[in-house]
Each structure stands twice: as structure tokens, then as C-alpha cells.
């Protein structure tokens, strides 16, 4: 459990390093790929745990942990907070397809968390502060993205439900 541990101090430690602003130029700095690099190895280090509970746990924080970089290093950008929401909603309909492709329903629930997160900055964050045609444009293409994921998510739907016996 040693490496647990570990693994909450770095992680307190990163969260404290996420929430500093961008040195630089966004994306291509130092610290945003070293910050990726940690990412990526979180996600490694979540196939070598044996306990698969820990070993989703992992994934979460990983996966946050993308979102908040996504978030730090678009969110600096001008109208970054139009990028950071088709980002994001690019990301939780990837994760929302796969897991409708794998039939894995933890993935379909991590994109479809994500799609709500979206909807919820939309109404909130972005109404208030993106200019008018990226508020368009960000409203149109998230609505005929929902519209599309809707048609298909009933033709991809064929989660396996655990079966209650009696």
C-alpha cells in the first residue's frame, strides 16, 4: 500500500501544479508536456496494479487530470473557453463511443459524466463569457452533436446488465 500513498502525494502535489497558469506559450512549454508525461504515467502504472478497483481509480484521476490540463493549458488561449468545451466534448463522445463499441459501461458512464460536465460549462461558464458568434458556434455544433450521438447510442446500445438471481 506503500505505492498508494505515493501515488496520493504526487497526486495532491499535481493538482497543486494543474492549478498554476501557463509559463509561456500554452500547449508546447515544458511544463505541459511534463505534466502529460505524468498523466501518461498514471495511466501505465494502472495496468501493473493487480487490485482492480485501484486500478480504476487510477484511470479517474488520470482522466480528471487530462480534463484539468485540457482546461489549464486551452483556458489561456483567447476564447480559450470555447476550446476547452469542444475539447472536452470531443473527448467524452470518444470515450462515450467506445464504450458503447466495447460494451464496457464504466467508459460509456466516464464519457457520458463528461458530456454533462460539458452541457453544465456551456449554460454556465461559456454563455456568460465567449462572444457572440463562438457562443453560436459552440451552442449549433454541441446540439447536432448531442442530436447525432443520440441516434446512435440506440443503435450501438447492447450493454450486458448484471442479471439478479433469486
Same mark, same amino acid.
Do not use: C
Given at each position: 500500500?506503500?505505492?498508494?500513498?505515493?501515488?496520493?502525494?504526487?497526486?495532491?502535489?499535481?493538482?497543486?501544479?494543474?492549478?498554476?497558469?501557463?509559463?509561456?506559450?500554452?500547449?508546447?512549454?515544458?511544463?505541459?508536456?511534463?505534466?502529460?508525461?505524468?498523466?501518461?504515467?498514471?495511466?501505465?502504472?494502472?495496468?501493473?496494479?493487480?487490485?482492480?478497483?485501484?486500478?480504476? @481509480?487510477?484511470? +479517474?484521476?488520470?482522466? #480528471? %487530470?487530462? *480534463?484539468?490540463?485540457?482546461? =489549464?493549458? &486551452?483556458?489561456?488561449?483567447?476564447? !480559450?473557453?470555447?476550446?476547452?468545451?469542444?475539447?472536452?466534448?470531443?473527448?467524452?463522445?470518444?470515450?462515450?463511443?467506445?464504450?458503447?463499441?466495447?460494451?464496457?459501461?464504466?467508459?460509456?458512464?466516464?464519457?457520458?459524466?463528461?458530456?454533462?460536465?460539458?452541457? @453544465?460549462?456551456? +449554460?454556465?461558464?461559456? #454563455? %456568460?463569457? *465567449?462572444?457572440?458568434?463562438? =457562443?453560436? &458556434?459552440?451552442?449549433?455544433?454541441? !446540439?447536432?452533436?448531442?442530436?447525432?450521438?443520440?441516434?446512435?447510442?440506440?443503435?450501438?446500445?447492447?450493454?450486458?446488465?448484471?442479471?439478479?438471481?433469486?
Amino acid at each position: 500500500f506503500a505505492a498508494i500513498w505515493l501515488f496520493v502525494g504526487i497526486g495532491i502535489w499535481f493538482v497543486t501544479r494543474l492549478a498554476e497558469g501557463v509559463d509561456g506559450d500554452p500547449i508546447f512549454n515544458l511544463q505541459a508536456l511534463t505534466d502529460l508525461a505524468i498523466i501518461s504515467l498514471a495511466v501505465y502504472s494502472s495496468t501493473h496494479i493487480n487490485l482492480k478497483q485501484v486500478s480504476k @481509480i487510477y484511470i +479517474l484521476v488520470a482522466y #480528471l %487530470a487530462l *480534463l484539468a490540463w485540457f482546461l =489549464r493549458e &486551452l483556458g489561456s488561449l483567447p476564447d !480559450g473557453n470555447g476550446l476547452v468545451s469542444i475539447t472536452w466534448g470531443l473527448t467524452g463522445s470518444i470515450l462515450l463511443w467506445v464504450g458503447l463499441r466495447r460494451s464496457q459501461l464504466d467508459i460509456f458512464k466516464a464519457g457520458f459524466a463528461t458530456l454533462v460536465l460539458v452541457a @453544465i460549462k456551456l +449554460l454556465i461558464v461559456d #454563455l %456568460a463569457s *465567449l462572444n457572440v458568434i463562438w =457562443r453560436i &458556434l459552440v451552442f449549433m455544433g454541441f !446540439g447536432g452533436a448531442f442530436l447525432f450521438l443520440s441516434y446512435w447510442v440506440k443503435d450501438l446500445w447492447n450493454m450486458k446488465t448484471p442479471s439478479k438471481t433469486t
